[in-house]
T-cell receptor, first 113, second 110 residues
């Protein structure tokens, strides 16, 4: 039981490049989330999903897109990376009715130069 | 203004000491509160829930004061392993989302 995994762990992009972050969970959780964490800002919600095929915007969605084609996977895309998107990205999942207990992946450290 | 605000610290305490810190919340619609723990360069993990009546889990005690809109966490007999950032988290009823504070850093020294 791996829990929540994220790929890749580290990445350096040049401004304007695109990439996709992959989140996978093996706990059969219905809800999945993408956050970014910046110093002094705490965790901010980018997008979330309450089920396969459904996604919704969070607090800071601009510049990101997501997809949840399979229940166990939640993809975060950056179409044209900007230096402001340098951050640590965390994926989380939880079961229906227990959104307070989110299980986080180990994070992806992204630097955009 | 963020829904949940925390004193970032750091709180530097010797082993065996008691350390306590608060967070305040601005949205009275927030129904439930929790403390998460985040070790350096690691992912956050749920530490404990917070109830108005108080909640104790070993050396950790959490309290909610709805009248003054603050949540507290107290750590007794601090251990070196308690060094971490503690995130205050709010949740609204029937909402899928959580509101995270920026965290309070605690460093326990030998």
């Amino acid at each position: 039981n791996a829990g929540v995994t994220q790929t890749p762990k580290f990445r350096v992009l040049k401004t304007g490049q695109s990439m996709t972050l992959l989140c996978a969970q093996d706990m059969n959780h219905e809800y999945m989330y993408w956050y970014r964490q910046d110093p002094g800002m705490g965790l901010r919600l980018i997008h979330y999903s309450v089920g396969e095929g459904t996604t919704a915007k969070g607090e800071v969605p601009d510049g990101y897109n997501v997809s949840r084609l399979k229940k166990q996977n939640f993809l975060l895309g950056l179409e044209s990376a900007a230096p402001s998107q340098t951050s640590v990205y965390f994926c989380a999942s939880t079961r229906r009715g227990a959104s307070y207990e989110q299980y986080f992946g180990p994070g992806t450290r992204l630097t955009v130069t | 203004r963020k829904e949940v605000e925390q004193d970032p610290g750091p709180f530097n305490v010797p082993e065996g000491a008691t350390v306590a810190f608060n967070c305040t919340y601005s949205n009275s619609a927030s129904q439930s509160f929790f403390w998460y723990r985040q070790d350096c360069r690691k992912e956050p993990k749920l530490l404990m829930s917070v109830y108005s009546s108080g909640n104790e889990d070993g050396r950790f005690t959490a309290q909610l004061n709805r009248a003054s809109q603050y949540i507290s966490l107290l750590i007794r007999d601090s251990k070196l392993s308690d060094s971490a950032t503690y995130l205050c988290v709010g949740s609204r009823s029937n909402d899928y989302k959580l509101s995270f504070g920026a965290g309070t850093t605690v460093t326990v020294r030998a």
